[in-house]
């Protein structure tokens, strides 16, 4: 197999030493071995009926500039990308916070495919870690929780198969919207970027310093997805535009007591699947970061909540999505790569963190019959953004994953509480 990256793929092969393109994850399950999982590993994802979608995982990359290709690694073995652990004390979460916090600082061999997963079999006191970390060049969020639920007992698509987005995304109502949008592209396009050339980056504490390339992680308790539910049906608003005005109430909470008053806004980087309606995931990138307004949180939870309720309906209604992403595709089709990357960076810079949110399914699933306890995954950041939040939702629990840049967030066990606490609030509404 020998095929040319695409540029929606390309624009991933941009690592700096402040910020790897790297996606890291855990997954904690019952007990299991190493052996187990390389046997499955191989049967459900290289030698199942769908491992189509997952060929990128046994390729490299070779060539340079505008000339590189996903090529077949002659020498692929899974034992060299599923391995027992490098951390050799790794019993609690404490410990593989540290752990992780330190693996994120570090590259990932290139001379093969660019992914790994470290089992910790003896973990706690009857169970297994997974620590994931896969480059983002693979795969966005969507192609790799879909990988990884693909690994799960029970059928693809179905209750225990691949992930959705947390919210359709944009293009997925009617055709004829669809159509419309998509035929104003050229139009909207000039406008669309005059605006966000024209935004004015954030400027915080968390948003700004120079990044140190030190990477930490947390992550909040899971917290039950039915409080936010009934916050958005108070509201009229969905999951999503929930948990993003948390997101914002956390970061101004943080800032009030760790880096002096909010700035008036928050800009955000948030991933928006432009996929066609139902379509299965495989290993690419086809989504959109997306630059969104979130309101302070200095005004009321449901305010911010409806706030952020308009912007996300305005953005649904809109080409933006899709033209973001034909946007970033043409700048690295067509300049040289400093130059689009510059360009691309300078947009990316004028926001304070990227965030996702993903839907897992809804009722508890297995590894070989291994109960998943907990999923908990943290987004990249490129530029120089240094804060990355990422939202799972899995079994009627939500959780938080957030990742930081040291110098920006020195504090992460209070940026943690401040999350806990917006949650809590959602209770009172």
Known sequence: MRERIAS???????????????????????????HTLRATFQRRIFEGPESHRFERLRCRITGSGHRQYWERDPDFDLARHIV???????????????????????KLDRDHPAWEIQVVEQFEEDATALLVRIH??????????????????????????????ADPPPAADHWLGRFLRIAAIPLSAPGILLRRLAWVPDRSHMHGPALSGHKQVAWTRPLDLAVVKQAKHRIGATVNDVLMASVSGAFSTYLAHHGGA???????SMPVNVRPPGEIPRCENHFA???????????????????????????????VPVVVYEIQRALLACLPRPLSRGLIDFLANKCTAVVTNI???????????????????????????GVGISILSFAGKVQLGIIADEALVPDLAALIQAFEEEFEALRSL
Not at 87 to 105: C, F, N, P, T, V
Request: proline share 5%; aromatic share 4%.
């Open 8 to 34: 929606n793929d390309a624009i991933w092969l941009q690592d700096s030493a402040t910020n790897l393109m790297v996606i890291n994850a855990i997954i904690v399950t019952d007990q299991l071995d190493l």
């Open 262 to 268: 909010a700035p008036s806004r928050f800009l955000i």
């Open 84 to 106: 027992t652990s490098n951390g050799k004390h790794l019993k609690r979460l404490e410990d593989i916070q540290a752990y992780m916090g330190h693996e994120a600082s570090q």
């Open 289 to 319: 970061p997306v630059p969104l307004e979130l309101p302070a949180g200095t005004c009321t939870l449901s305010h911010r909540i409806l706030a952020v309720k308009t912007k996300m309906d305005q953005m649904k209604r809109s080409a």
């Open 359 to 385: 839907t897992g399914p809804s009722r508890d699933i297995a590894l070989e019959g291994r109960r998943v306890r907990s999923i908990i995954f943290w987004v990249p950041q490129r530029a120089r953004i």
């Open 136 to 165: 983002h060049s693979i795969g966005d969020g969507e192609a790799l929780v879909s990988l990884m639920f693909s690994l799960m007992d029970g059928p693809l698509g179905q209750e225990h198969g691949a992930a959705k987005s």
